[in-house]
């Protein structure tokens, strides 16, 4: 099956810095689509992105499909940012099944 | 704007007990996802329903079991409990056109606890 791998695992902050999370998948595909994780678990969409650019405020993603990669971009971080950050793709070809990475856990400290 | 509903919120059972989760997805989507996500892990897809037939099949065990209603509502019925399946149960809909999805919604998650 398709492989999604995040970088970096783990990410402290200082509030008001900047950070790029990214995420790579093995193959190509229909979906893809950021994820915040809060730490009361819920998941909330950020971006759903399988090519191109989009902002929302204080965050923008990048998909490069050709390249098989995409970045989510965090400007003016927050202490409300800390959670998980899930990178998650649709591999198509008849399944439409979520495959996600491991997250990226990032802590914004005062 | 109407979001997928999950009840209950917690569980909490006792092993070799049973338990049912429901989810109500966004009106007029057609298709209802299920997810297991154990503690520091990420999500796991379960199964699948479009337009009330199953879909797609992931790594559900064969005690669960899981069905798409009339009326949309999905329901997942875990017999004979494990402690390993203590997780947080996330059910996601998302309206399918034409061979593409765009894009998922998921629902605040019921978290059981079998003990």
């Known amino acids: 099956g398709i492989q999604v791998e995040q970088s970096p695992p783990d990410l402290i902050l200082q509030e008001g810095a900047n950070s790029t999370l990214r995420c790579n998948f093995s193959d190509s595909v229909n979906n893809l689509q950021w994820f915040h994780q809060n730490p009361w678990g819920q998941l909330i969409n950020l971006f759903y992105i399988p090519s191109g650019t989009k902002q929302n405020g204080r965050l923008s993603a990048t998909t490069v499909a050709t390249e098989r990669y995409s970045l989510l971009y965090i400007s003016s971080s927050q202490t409300t940012d800390s959670g998980v950050y899930f990178c998650?793709?649709?591999?198509?070809?008849?399944?439409?099944?979520?495959?996600f990475g491991k997250g990226t856990k990032l802590s914004v400290i005062p | 704007a109407a979001g997928v509903i999950q009840s209950p919120r917690h569980l909490i059972k006792e092993k070799r007990e049973t338990a049912t989760l429901k989810c109500y997805p966004i009106?007029?989507?057609?298709?209802v996802y299920w997810y297991q996500q154990g503690p520091g892990q990420d999500p796991q897809f379960l199964i699948s329903?479009?337009?009330?037939?199953?879909?797609d099949k992931g790594s559900i065990p064969d005690r669960f079991s899981a069905q798409q209603f009339s009326d949309y509502h999905s329901e997942l019925n875990m017999s004979s409990l494990e402690l390993g399946d203590s997780a947080l149960y996330f059910c996601a809909s998302s309206s399918r056109q034409g061979a593409e999805s765009y894009g998922y919604t998921f629902g605040s998650g019921t978290r059981l606890t079998v003990v």
């Open positions: 998650a793709v649709e591999a198509g070809a008849g399944s439409y099944q979520l495959t």
């Open positions: 009106p007029r989507h057609d298709t």
């Open positions: 329903f479009y337009e009330k037939m199953q879909s």
